[in-house]
């Protein structure tokens, strides 16, 4: 699996694995930069090297689990318990407020925001690679999920390695924060 396959790929696995109706806490997929950009990554450009999901557990809905994707074989693991830690007042913590169907996100539409982003990233990076796609769960800084666009490169100024991000809305098409480029 390669992010030429979509950004949407590890969530795409995950629904044929556990349904677009199960609701999610949060998905974590990474892709390879390259051995170009950094040394240490001796995997092409683009290949998925993670994918994992935290899920409500179907059996106890008060419980999250957790799966990773074998890269190798394709296959998930088994499902593994989660231990919620709670900031604050534990007894008022609701699960119900932490998760989402995975039918009610787009990271498909990922691609656009990529496409639109290459000219600008172009200006100041000499190479990049995008090297995440996730999906983070409510906290201190948002009450609801949203999709997060991770990039890695070097400068072209200097050939330093930089990484950045990008905060996007579930449906896949708004920029809520931009911090692909250097500050």
Request: with cysteine.
């Amino acid at each position: 699996m390669t992010l030429a396959d979509g950004p949407d790929v590890c969530f795409r696995a995950i629904v044929r694995h556990l349904g677009e109706n199960t609701r999610v806490s949060e998905i974590d997929s990474f892709f390879s930069a390259g051995s170009e950009i950094d040394s240490t990554d001796t995997k092409p450009r683009g290949t998925m090297t993670y994918c994992s999901v935290q899920y409500q557990n179907p059996d106890d809905p008060r419980k999250l689990l957790d799966i990773r994707l074998d890269i190798a074989s394709g296959q998930f693991s088994s499902p593994r318990p989660v231990e919620i830690t709670v900031a604050g007042n534990a007894a008022a913590f609701r699960l119900e407020d932490y998760l989402i169907p995975l039918s009610s996100v787009n990271a498909a539409a990922l691609t656009a925001i990529m496409d639109a982003q290459k000219d600008k990233l172009g200006t100041v990076y000499g190479k990049h690679a995008w090297t995440g796609v996730r999906l983070e769960t409510p906290g201190a800084f948002s009450n609801r999920h949203r999709l997060r666009l991770d990039v890695k490169g070097r400068l072209a100024a200097n050939d330093i390695q930089e990484s950045g991000y990008a905060i996007i809305t579930t449906d896949g098409k708004t920029i809520e924060s931009d911090y692909l480029m250097p500050r």
